[in-house]
């Protein structure tokens, strides 16, 4: 699990197995393999070292 930031600065856990796509348009968007998205403040490159750490 890793921990990220939402937009109204509420912290949650995702379950990186389920990230399906990491988009910086310009907000970070992650769409999971269900199909749902969710918007953090985190970086797509800050994700990427957050999964590679877990």
């Known amino acids: 699990m890793i921990e990220l930031t939402k937009l109204d600065e ?4 995702v379950n990186e197995n389920y990230i ?4 910086e348009t310009p907000d970070t968007v992650i769409t ?4 749902k998205k969710i918007i953090v ?4 490159t800050d994700i990427k070292d957050l ?3 877990s």
């Open 32 to 35: 999971f393999s269900d199909g």
């Open 51 to 53: 999964v590679k750490r």
């Open 10 to 13: 509420t912290k949650i856990l």
């Open 41 to 44: 403040k985190e970086s797509r």
């Open 20 to 23: 399906q796509l990491v988009e």
